[in-house]
C-alpha cells in the first residue's frame, strides 16, 4: 500500500470539504466560497484522490460525510481554526511596530511608577510611543479617559462601572514631622502631638487633600491648615525647615529626607491606586502591550520590594 503524501494536500481542498460539510451541497459551498461548483468538486476529487479514502457520499439530498470523511472534516476545522490564529498574531505584531499609547495618572504615579514601566515598555516595543498627561486632580483620569483622550488612567479605587479597574498598590497616609518636633517612641502619633504644630496641606481641590479632609471628619478632628501648598515636594520641604507637619501619601513624599521624622498615624489610611482603562472601549494591540507591561513590571517589584504595613 503507498504511504500518503500530506504535503500535496492543498488548504483550499480542506476549505472546500469544511464548506461542503456545514452546507450540505456543492453548489452551496461553492457560493459561500465565492468559486465555480467545479472547481469545489475538482478540490474534493483531488483530495480524495490524495488520501485514497472516499471523503463524502453524494446523492440527490445532497452530499453526506463519510466516517472517515467526519473524522478528517474535524482535522480540517482545527487547522484551518491555527490558520486563522497565526494571521491574528502577525496582524497583532504589525500592530505592535508602532502606534502610541495614551497615560494620564496623577503626580507621584508619573514620578515613581510610571518610570520604570515605561523603560522596559519601550525595551519590548521601540516603535511605540508613549504620551504621559496629569489630571487637574486625581479623579482628573477617569474624565479624560471618558473624553477619548486618554487608554489608560491612574485613580484611586473604587470606580464606577464605567471602567475596568484592577489594584495596583495600597500606599499608606504618613504624618511628616521636623525631626526636632517629632516624639522619640515608635508609637503612632497622637492627635494632640499633631494639633501643636501648624499643618501643612495639599490644595483643596487635591486628591490626596480629600482623604486627609474625610479621614479628620470621620475621627472627629477639626484641624485647619495653616498652609495650602499645590506641590509635594513644596510640602515636604516646608517641613524640613521647621514650618509645621503634614499628612500625607508616603509615595507621593518620596524621597523622604533623612532629617524629616515619619510617623504613623493615630488611627491608619490608606489610598488604593488602581488602573483602569473604558469598559466600552475597543483597545488597540499597543494599548493591551502596555498594560500587559505594567502588571508584570509591578509583579516582578512587588516581589521584590517588601509591602510596606
Known sequence: MAEINVNRIKLSQLRALVAIARTGTFSDAASQLDLSQSAVSHAIATLEEELG???LSRGR?????TPVGQQITHEAKTMLSHLKIIGRKAQDAKGLQAGLVRVVGFRSVATHVLP??????R????????SIGEGNDVRGAEEILRRGEADIGFTYLPVSDAFDAWELFRDDYVALLPK???PTTQQPLDWETLKKLPLILPMPEDGCRYNVDQYLLRHGQTIAPAYEVKEDSTVVSMVRRGLGATIIARLAAEPIPKDVAVCELPVPL???IGVI???????TPPVFAFLDTLKATWE??????PARR
Open 61 to 65: 439530498q445532497g452530499a453526506v460525510l
Open 270 to 272: 490608606q489610598r488604593v
Open 277 to 283: 482603562t473604558l469598559a466600552d472601549a475597543l483597545q
Open 123 to 130: 525595551r519590548l516595543y521601540p516603535g511605540i510611543s508613549v
Open 300 to 305: 516582578q517589584k512587588a516581589n521584590i520590594v
Open 53 to 55: 479514502v472516499s471523503l
Open 116 to 121: 520604570v514601566v515605561i523603560e522596559e515598555f
Open 180 to 182: 526636632a518636633k517629632a
